[in-house]
């Protein structure tokens, strides 16, 4: 099952594995330790980002090692910034407004 990297992202404890995986890859193991939730509860918000694509996951020998691939977040990043071009258009008029009436 394709999932939607927005629904990845919507959860707080998936962006902080994201987060805590960014720059290094750690074993599915050691992710757990640092949240504290279940070891099961862990390995399926793995899952889902797994599924999302933003995580790629490599076996070495016993363990399984996680790491981001945060290319996917781009969609997350594209789509945001359409909603920053509007809100600056509107800031800049209700500015301009303000401007004009202190200058009246």
Not at 23 to 49: C, G, M, T, W, Y
Not at 67 to 79: E, F, I, Q
Not at 88 to 99: I, S, V
């Amino acid at each position: 099952m394709q999932r939607d990297v927005f629904q990845a992202i919507a959860d707080p404890t998936r962006r902080e594995i994201i987060d805590l995986i960014a720059n290094q890859s750690l074993p599915v193991n050691e992710v757990a330790d640092h949240f504290e939730i279940s070891r099961p509860a862990i390995s399926k918000h793995i899952k889902i980002l797994d599924e999302c694509g933003l995580v790629v996951i490599q076996k070495k020998g016993r363990k399984r090692y996680c790491r981001a691939d945060v290319r996917k977040l781009k969609r997350v990043s594209d789509w945001a910034s359409k909603y920053q071009k509007f809100w600056t258009q509107k800031l800049d008029a209700l500015e301009a407004l303000l401007d004009e009436e202190n200058n009246t």
